[in-house]
């Protein structure tokens, strides 16, 4: 038998408690949680066949009580001896992309972010649109290109025209960017017909990950009219492989900014789900910003009320992103274009000037959040940059 050490302000104390899927080297992925600088092997520790799966969608679809239930006797186990066979040392275990990710939505939240975006893409308009406090705005986008943290990012091609550019041409993107985001996936689905109410977000959604929306803007930008994005950000989406239940995310609870005008009704909250999680963007290895997430205009429970209000049904393992998390200072600007004005005001990295990604660098985004305890971390989610391979056209 183990008794595992946490270590002395580790961010995955008691009051943590993330999910992941994983494997020793060799072996078959399956569920585990993250205690300390150990991952414990929940099928062996709890000896329950649900665990022994490659993701975690079986166990969120048992539904909230069984969510509390098994929290409670994870804590009661590492409090005490776990069986040898169960405990693995982080480092020596693969992770695997944590969920089967059914349906991606990926809104548009921050209000800071769409006003910047606003003025960025559409210099003579008004930057935020008519509807933008009005609903939370989102597009859908593509599950099948979600990965996991530390899966290389091949530079994706396709059309693009600058706009001092009479045609477009097809080729590799020039301006390759970066989403820094919050992502939460529904455990309990709910039926087609029917709407889930912002009362019920918790027991409908399990936990929440990290999200990087990587962007190609200068495809963006062309393609977007009049349907929103596409190919711009289709190629991959990256999300870290911890999930982090959201019975750990109670203390990070803050009201959402004031939102004026008043939502309709089904978007109104009693006890809205502002959330105190603080984010870090690393480009190769220097942070270069701190995106606060208690900044985003609507909440999570409003974008599942607003998602499912027409009675489109909602799956077990469906991923919704927030949309780029960014504060009203320019050091908090959650993606490249916004913190370099479009590419005209460079960052200095690592004493080099740099405005957009470029071939071998390496992005890592982290986060923080209050916990019952202490601080709790959502681990991170990392990618690098890979020259470009042309597609046969
Ligand atoms: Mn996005």
């Known amino acids: 038998m183990t008794t595992i050490d946490i270590p002395e302000g580790s961010l995955f104390g008691l009051d ?16 585990g ?25 079986a166990f969120m679809a048992q539904g909230y009580d069984r969510w509390v239930e098994v929290r409670a006797r994870i804590a009661e186990l590492v409090r005490g001896d776990v069986p040898d066979a169960a405990v693995f040392g982080v480092s020596e275990v693969d992770l695997h992309l944590p969920v089967d990710v059914a349906d991606y939505v990926d809104f548009y939240a921050s209000e800071h972010h769409a006003s910047n975006l606003g003025r960025l893409f559409r210099p003579d308009a008004e930057p935020l649109m008519p509807n933008w406090k009005h ?29 001092d550019e009479a045609v477009p041409t097809y080729g590799e993107c020039r301006r390759l960017d970066i989403e820094a985001e919050l ?27 990290l999200v990087n929306d990587w962007s190609a803007r200068d495809i963006q930008a062309w393609e977007y009219v009049p349907l929103g994005p596409f190919l711009g950000k289709s190629f991959a989406t990256s999300i870290s492989p911890w999930v982090v239940p959201l ?11 004031e939102q004026s005008p008043t939502p309709l009704p089904y978007l109104r909250e009693s006890e809205p789900w502002g959330l105190d999680i603080a984010l870090s963007v690393e480009w190769n290895g220097q942070e270069v910003s701190r995106p606060p997430y208690r900044e985003m205009y609507w909440s999570p429970a409003q974008m599942l009320a607003h998602m499912t209000v027409n009675g489109a049904s909602s799956r077990t393992g469906d991923l919704y992103a927030s949309g780029t998390i960014s504060g009203p200072e320019k050091d908090q600007r959650g993606a490249f274009i916004e913190l370099t004005w479009g590419g005209k005001e460079p960052v200095t990295v690592n004493g080099e000037e740099r405005t957009f990604l470029q071939d071998g660098d390496e992005v890592v985004i982290s986060a923080t959040a209050p916990g019952a305890e202490g601080r709790i971390g959502f681990g991170e989610v990392r990618g690098r940059i890979l020259p470009a391979t042309e597609a046969k056209r």
């Open 16 to 31: 943590n408690l993330p999910y992941g899927v994983f494997s020793p080297r060799g072996s078959a992925p399956r569920v």
């Open 247 to 257: 019975l750990a995310l109670e203390s990070a609870r803050v009201p959402t900014p």
């Open 135 to 163: 609903l939370p705005v989102g597009y859908h986008g593509r599950a099948g290109t979600v990965v996991v943290s530390g899966t290389d990012i091949v530079r994706p091609c396709g059309q693009r025209k600058a706009p």
């Open 183 to 209: 992502g939460f996936i529904v455990g309990v689905p709910s039926e087609l017909g029917t709407a889930v109410s912002t009362e019920d977000f918790s027991r409908h959604v399990f936990g929440a990950v």
């Open 33 to 57: 949680v993250r205690v300390g600088d150990s991952v414990v092997d929940l099928a062996v520790a709890l000896d329950d066949d649900v665990f022994a799966r490659s993701s975690l969608n």
